[in-house]
């Protein structure tokens, strides 16, 4: 059964960091490009980043960019998404996302990110 | 990396019909066959239904279908049933640079 399962959501102060992880499983890891979606208290969904099943290429919504980094480990087939000057507005679930072609496959269950003093 | 337009909210009584647009630029949805469709119950998160416009993944009912005219799509739930009741959203592959962009969502309620 293919698998994604995000971990490392929690409760952090405006500008300080925090780094998601998503382990992969039932597949070949390394052969998918994956992602982060994220989804505001009530609010729609909005793609925050992607990378290449070699972790060669990544990609970044314009809200995230220069904050958050999308990395992998492949031979622990872990995704991870490191945050970092965190905003209130960063507020969200996060889920972790394999690709199929080009569209979103297959989605974890979310982790949970609360950016509040 | 503007959201696709999708309409607030559609309603039906079960067994009719309801079709969702989602519309978009040249630069996403008229410039690739690649626009996806996802459904998401409350509380739970979002499922694949359609994929490369109008293709279904295993397990999904033939109910669901899309279509896609210059720089909007379409997705067309037949034979409306309770367990529709969700949002759904849209999304298209946006090149090399945006990459994806997702939908703002509709509501769909049976009536």
């Known amino acids: 059964d293919v698998q994604v399962e995000e971990s490392g959501g929690g409760l952090v102060q405006p500008g300080g960091s925090l780094r998601l992880s998503c382990a992969g499983s039932?597949?070949?890891?390394?052969?998918?490009?994956m992602d982060w979606v994220r989804q505001a208290p009530g609010k729609g969904l909005e793609w925050v980043a992607g990378?290449?099943?070699?972790?060669?290429?990544?990609y970044y919504a314009d809200s995230v960019r220069g904050r958050f980094t999308i990395s992998r480990d492949n031979s622990k087939n872990i995704l991870y998404l490191h945050m970092n000057n965190l905003r209130p507005e960063d507020t969200a679930v996060y889920y972790c996302?394999?690709?199929?072609?080009?569209?979103?496959?297959?989605w974890g269950q979310g982790t949970t990110v609360t950016v509040s003093s | 990396q503007s959201a696709l337009t999708q309409p607030r909210s559609v309603s039906g009584s079960p067994g009719q019909s309801v079709t969702i647009s989602c519309t978009g630029t040249s630069s996403d949805i008229g410039g690739f066959n690649y626009v996806s469709w996802y459904r998401q119950h409350p509380g739970k998160a979002p499922q694949l239904i359609l994929f490369d416009v109008n293709e279904r993944p295993s397990g999904v009912p033939n109910r669901f279908s899309g279509s896609k005219s210059g720089n909007t799509a379409s997705l067309t739930i037949s034979g409306l049933q309770s367990e529709d009741e969700a949002d759904y959203y849209c999304s298209s592959f946006a090149g090399s640079y945006t990459y994806y962009v997702l939908g703002t969502g509709t509501k769909v309620t049976v009536l």
């Open positions: 990378i290449s099943g070699g972790g060669s290429t990544t």
């Open positions: 039932g597949y070949i890891f390394g052969s998918y490009a």
């Open positions: 996302v394999r690709e199929s072609g080009y569209c979103l496959g297959v």
